[in-house]
């Protein structure tokens, strides 16, 4: 029973994961730049639904789409001031602008009042719930996140596969040149891809509040997801959630009946794995030129 409830936790875990490499991949494909800013998306996502909650007042299941709804016109403000006055630039510039922008972001948080460096609990209605089945505790938490990521992946592939906007993302990604060329509004939908990316990481982050807390340093859970979605297949959004889904539940096996220490490096040792058995990841697709 041990390994079922270890692997629960790896499950939700893993989830988090995911839901950040979500923005990670969709960034990708939209612009083949690497967004290293994603974790301190998810770290102002938790800290709008806090704001939203507590010092607005509102309950918890209104915060939470005002909290997305304020993180989709960041990241839609972030591509239009930071990022497309850059295009064209080599992509170590885009890489460099936005690890700026997570400095900028981690800075700017601790000078807001009632943010700062303190630590902050989410009021969740379902926090310190737990569901029992048998002798097995599942927190409602967890339950929780894994109900959120599934509906997500669910509600993106929808849009991807039956919206107009959905469809001309995925030409965009294909071939930006091509699809502007066809009318497609390339500029106007990478705002939208940023915006859609932080939406993402705030829901990320607001469902890990009632777990780990709100705080200025929660963003470097990003370091996690990026190997998600490298062990995925970085141009792959099933690939985000399932190599997020395999590194929650490896690091959480890891921290059970592995050597202390070992869970921390977990991640990173399933990327090497990985680069060394398959570069392109698990659905990762193999590019090839013709010189």
Known sequence: MQVLQVLISGVSQGCIYGLIALGFVLIYKAT??????????????????????????????????????????????????????????????VVMVTIGLGYLARGAVTMIPFWGTETHTLPAPFKEEVLYLGTLAIGMEQIV??????ALCALLYLFFRFTRVGVAMQAASQNQLAAYYMGI?????????????????????????????????????G??????????????????????????????FSGVYLPEGFKDIAAY???LAMLVLKPNGIFGETMRKKV
Do not use: C, D
Request: proline share 6%; no cysteine; net charge neutral.
């Open 145 to 150: 996140i894994v109900a959120a990521t599934v």
């Open 223 to 252: 370091l996690k997801a990026f190997p998600a979605a490298v062990v995925g297949g970085f141009g792959s959004l099933p690939g985000a959630i399932v190599g997020g889904l395999i590194i929650g539940v490896v690091e959480s």
């Open 32 to 93: 083949e730049t690497i967004n290293f800013a994603q974790g301190e998306l998810m770290m102002l996502g938790a800290f709008l639904g806090l704001t939203a909650t507590v010092v607005m007042g509102l309950p918890y299941w209104a915060g939470v789409p005002v909290a997305l709804a304020g993180m989709a016109l960041a990241g839609l403000l972030i591509e239009r001031v930071a990022l497309r006055p850059i295009l064209g630039q080599p992509a170590f510039s």
């Open 269 to 271: 040792v399933m990327v």
């Open 185 to 221: 509004p390339v500029r106007r939908l990478n705002g939208l891809i940023w915006a859609i990316s932080a939406a993402v990481a705030a829901l990320a982050g607001i469902l890990l509040a009632p777990i780990t807390f709100v705080h200025v340093n929660m963003g470097f859970i």
